[in-house]
């Protein structure tokens, strides 16, 4: 098992691997994406149009992120 090193202040040392990763995920996130697709929505007119432009962003989107 691999040893860490903490500092002082008992906050552990950051690796180059924990530095590479990108985490943007969580509550803050969730709640961007939402209003981002209610915007792109309106900005489309709403109803159908909204709708469809918001469902091709959304789906976009999450076939790039998984």
Do not use: C
Request: no cysteine.
């Amino acid at each position: 098992m691999e040893s860490t090193n903490y500092l002082q202040n008992g906050v552990k040392e950051l690796t180059n691997e924990d530095l590479l990763i990108v985490n943007g995920g969580g509550f803050a996130y969730d709640l961007g994406f939402f209003i981002r697709e209610m915007v792109i929505d309106l900005v489309n007119g709403g109803g159908i149009p909204g709708y469809i432009a918001a469902s091709v962003d959304f789906s976009l989107n999450y076939k790039a992120l998984n």
